[in-house]
């Protein structure tokens, strides 16, 4: 993956050329300790110029302002249609799909699982928030089923995937209820999703990549790349709200050309 300081641009071979996608580091930007540097987070106790610079930085690789969601570990996706219904208004989703060219698909975090999808024909793009709650509630069910609806000829098979920087399988510990949840929720459950911690009986290491290609192969998507990355042992590169509490968040971008 070729490396600026302040952003990674995905090597996604199978990728139209029209489709563009790029993630932010925590390095380049301006906030002081704990938010150092890069932090485009405006929720998390920063100051606002300070964000306000980062994102000014991030500005300078993208073709326009970025589309900006409010996250809330749910499941909504925010469309082109919805967006021009609410004028202007902050956008409550986890995912947000387009296909409108040089619209910047967003997604902010700090261990959390950042997904982008594109079609084939690089006509349709999709971004998806999956923490843990949302992908096991249906957010990339839904931001597939968004795609699809924007593109009527459009079949899950020629859509890509890219899995950017989450907490890693050796890092994400989860207790019970987490794993109850996905054992419930009537989807396939991998079986190195969850691995028993030796000597904490009910707690778990969670495979947020495993669990996101799970539910991607599911639906028929097979085209999936990504997924070595570990924002809670790679300090250097990303935020980590498991590692520090007080952070910052990275920025996951997908973009089409006009």
């Given at each position: 993956m ?23 580091t ?12 890069l ?69 902010l ?10 079609s084939?024909?690089?006509k ?21 089923t ?61 495979n ?51």
């Open positions: 070729p490396q600026a300081k302040s952003v990674l641009i995905p090597n996604w071979l199978v990728k139209p050329a029209a489709v563009h996608a790029l993630v932010t925590r390095e380049g930007g301006i906030s002081k300790t704990p938010y150092h540097s932090n485009l987070g405006d929720h998390v106790g920063d100051g606002a110029k300070q964000v306000l610079a980062n994102r000014a930085i991030l500005n300078t690789h993208i073709p326009q302002e970025p589309i900006w969601l409010e996250q809330v570990h749910g499941t909504h996706v925010s469309t082109p249609q919805s967006r021009r219904a609410i004028k202007g208004a902050p956008i409550k989703a986890d995912a947000a799909v387009s296909d409108i060219p040089n619209e910047v698909l967003t997604i975090t700090a261990d959390c699982l950042p997904v982008l999808l594109a084939d024909d690089g349709v793009i999709g971004a998806a928030h999956a923490g843990w709650r949302g992908l096991c509630n249906g957010v990339l069910e839904n931001t597939v968004a795609m699809l609806a924007l593109s009527p000829h459009l079949s899950v098979a020629n859509i890509s995937v890219w899995l950017g920087p989450a907490i890693g399988p050796q890092a994400f510990e989860v207790g019970t209820d987490v794993l109850d949840a996905f054992t419930q929720s009537g989807k396939a459950l991998p079986d190195q999703a969850f691995i028993a911690l030796e000597g904490s009986p009910g707690k778990y290491f969670a947020l990549y495993l669990l996101a290609k799970s539910r991607l192969n599911e639906m028929g998507i097979v085209q999936i790349e990504g997924g070595e990355f570990c924002t809670y042992t790679d300090q250097s590169h990303f935020f980590s709200f498991r590692r520090d509490g007080q952070t910052g968040r990275i920025a996951s971008c997908i973009w089409m050309s006009g």
